[in-house]
């Protein structure tokens, strides 16, 4: 059975989650504040962290980074009021998976909450000397190792997972993001020119190539 924390510090918004969660079989601790949340997520480990935006004593951005620095296999949903353009780059930016403002339907957060925790394969992947093992969240090339952020990774995982095939904007935001509404498509060329720099910059050999009008592509 899978865990969640919930980190609210509106108590109404935070056992309402809490006990719809609770009626489709998780199991649900919530958390009030940034820190009572960072040493939940030390004590029990969650399989997800629905973490609110504007938090008390430690904002989300803060906590978030923390968690995704410790454990990075920890999926994180923000959950915010704020829908700003600015406010969703900052979320994802900090390492959230995913980003749902309020209001919204208890339904929809079930929804992305589910997509959430069937993650990825576990099976290493490799294009040309790339590769990269989602067990040990660790990317080489070359047998040199590669530093990328929790977005990065989930990037490129998508990517080398469909080696050869063009994937467009909309297919990476609604694999990689779920697509965020608040999230347009220039979020994923940012991130493309992240893995560009990381993957290609110092090697002959470029494996990640943008298709005009249609998207990107990794290929040997």
Request: aromatic share 6%; net charge neutral; hydrophobic share 40%.
């Amino acid at each position: 059975m899978n865990k969640i924390l919930v980190v609210e510090d509106d108590a109404a918004i935070r056992e309402g989650i809490k006990g719809f969660l609770q009626s489709h079989n998780f199991l649900v601790d919530e958390a009030e504040d940034g820190a009572i949340a960072l040493a939940k997520v030390k004590k029990s480990q969650p399989d997800l962290v629905i973490l609110d935006l504007g938090l008390p004593k430690i904002s989300g951005e803060s906590v978030c980074r923390e968690i995704k620095k410790d454990y990075p296999e920890i999926s994180v949903i923000m959950l915010t009021a704020k829908n700003r353009s600015e406010d969703v780059v900052g979320g994802f930016t900090s390492g959230a998976d995913d980003y749902i403002s309020k209001p919204f339907e208890l339904d929809e957060l079930l929804a992305r909450v589910t997509a959430r925790l069937k993650g990825n394969s576990d099976e290493k992947v490799q294009v040309a000397d790339l590769v990269l093992d989602p067990q040990s969240v660790s990317v080489t090339r070359a047998g040199k190792s590669i530093k990328l952020s929790p977005h990065e990774f989930k990037l490129l995982h998508y990517l080398m997972n469909n080696k050869g095939k063009v994937l467009s904007r909309d297919m990476i935001l609604n694999r990689v993001w779920q697509y965020s509404y608040d999230v347009d498509s220039r979020v994923v060329d940012v991130y493309i020119g992240y893995l560009r720099k990381k993957i290609d910059h110092n090697s002959k050999k470029k494996l990640i190539s943008s298709v005009r009008g249609f998207g990107y592509v990794i290929k040997e």
